[in-house]
């Protein structure tokens, strides 16, 4: 049998790969492969969860980053980025309106910005009194445990932080030399200490991304077992040194979101604005290939230009409503239901394989 699809059905058997097979299924991906991966991740996805789609409200509450990732819009060194945050009345407007639109996860996202954490701590523990049934997720970036103690403490139940890369000269081509690949592995293991949810993940097509990080990606997250994991297609940003880079592709991400799958079945994994923004419908066929959350923006338009992470993000003039309407027709076409609730992970016990 092909090599590949020997690979896909131990990927499928046992859920776990050697980094070999890793390297392997991402060197060498074929239509045929990349067909039957989504076949199966969308079986164990529809076996786990059904049809229904998870919605997280994502709040980009600052703009303020003291880092100074060489990939992101918002990194530091860009002078002519107008600088924003939100106040705590405002974050809280977005969180009700976003409550009567029907969502019950607030994501809180923003630069590094540690001088909001108090604030922060504030709001968590005001949307926690007014809507106990909500979860609300943090994406702050890196902190020292004691913070990440607080933010617990105050009623987060979640915690975003990719990885952004499982391998560490990958990891120091993309950062400047003060951030460390060790310190972004402890703070991964101190939320997951705390008792957060916590999420990893990494860009598709990163800047000198090879297959073997991609495959030491897999294998770290075959190894943490996030109950979350982000992945989007790597966009260049006009205003940052990876400028001329190419794009990740819409197929590489797709294969992707299907070893996820297939890698860690009750994961919950979003389909990113990122892949809606290389493609229209990109984020559709994420549900396809297996995904099951996405997070529609509930910013306020007046900001979301100043929070772009990289060139051509979409959706930047559309109001929470008009997201959520359109984002409901759009997976109707598809059969998927977007479903009000907090959307907790579904702890999979195993069973018959979905072949
Ligand atoms: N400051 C928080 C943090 O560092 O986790 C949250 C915001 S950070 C901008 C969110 C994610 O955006 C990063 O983890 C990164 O993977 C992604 N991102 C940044 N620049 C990007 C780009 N040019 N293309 C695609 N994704 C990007
Ligand atoms: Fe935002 Fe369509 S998803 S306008």
């Known amino acids: 049998m092909d090599k590949l699809f020997s690979i896909i059905d131990s990927l499928s058997a046992g859920r776990t790969l050697t980094f070999e097979q ?16 989504r076949e199966r991740a969308a079986a164990v996805r529809d076996q786990i969860y059904g049809r229904d789609i998870f919605v997280r409200g994502l709040i980009e509450f600052s703009n303020v980053c003291r880092n100074d990732c060489l990939y992101c819009g918002i ?19 977005c969180v009700r309106s976003g409550y009567d639109l029907g969502f019950r996860t607030f994501v809180l996202q923003s630069g590094e910005d540690p001088s909001m954490d108090a ?8 949307i926690k009194t007014e809507y106990p049934a909500c979860a609300v997720t943090l994406s702050l970036g890196e902190r020292d445990r004691g913070t990440y103690e607080a933010f617990h403490a105050a009623g987060a139940d979640r915690y975003l ?26 703070c991964l293991r101190d939320l997951r200490d705390l008792g957060f949810a916590v999420g990893a993940g990494f860009m598709v097509g990163a800047p000198y991304q090879t297959p073997a990080d991609l495959a030491r990606d897999f294998l770290f997250l075959q190894e943490f077992r996030p109950d979350m994991v982000g992945i989007g297609p790597f966009i260049p940003h006009k205003d940052t040194p990876f400028k001329d880079m190419p794009a990740g592709t819409l197929e590489d991400t797709l294969y992707c979101l299907s070893i996820i799958r297939l890698l860690l079945p009750d994961v919950l994994l979003p389909a990113t604005t990122a892949l ?20 529609p923006n ?8 100043q929070y772009q992470l990289y060139d051509g993000k979409i959706c930047l003039n559309d109001d929470a409503s008009q997201c959520s309407a359109c984002l409901d027709l759009r997976l109707e076409k598809y059969g998927y239901r977007i479903v009000v609730d907090r959307g907790d992970r579904k702890r999979w016990k195993g069973g018959e394989d979905h072949v």
């Open 22 to 37: 890793f390297e392997h299924l991402a060197a060498h991906r074929s239509d045929e492969g990349a067909r039957l991966l």
């Open 75 to 93: 990194r530091r060194s860009d002078p002519s980025l107008q600088r924003y945050r939100l106040s705590e009345t405002q974050i809280m407007d």
């Open 119 to 126: 604030g922060i701590c504030d709001i968590v523990r005001q």
């Open 161 to 186: 932080l990719r990885h952004e890369t499982a391998t560490k000269e990958h990891y120091e081509k993309l950062h400047p030399a003060e951030m460390s690949f060790e310190n972004r592995m402890r």
């Open 276 to 295: 809606g923004t290389i493609h229209p419908l990109g984020r559709e066929m994420g549900f396809e290939h297996g995904a099951n959350v996405i997070m």
């Open 298 to 305: 509930l910013s306020p338009v007046t900001v979301r230009k």
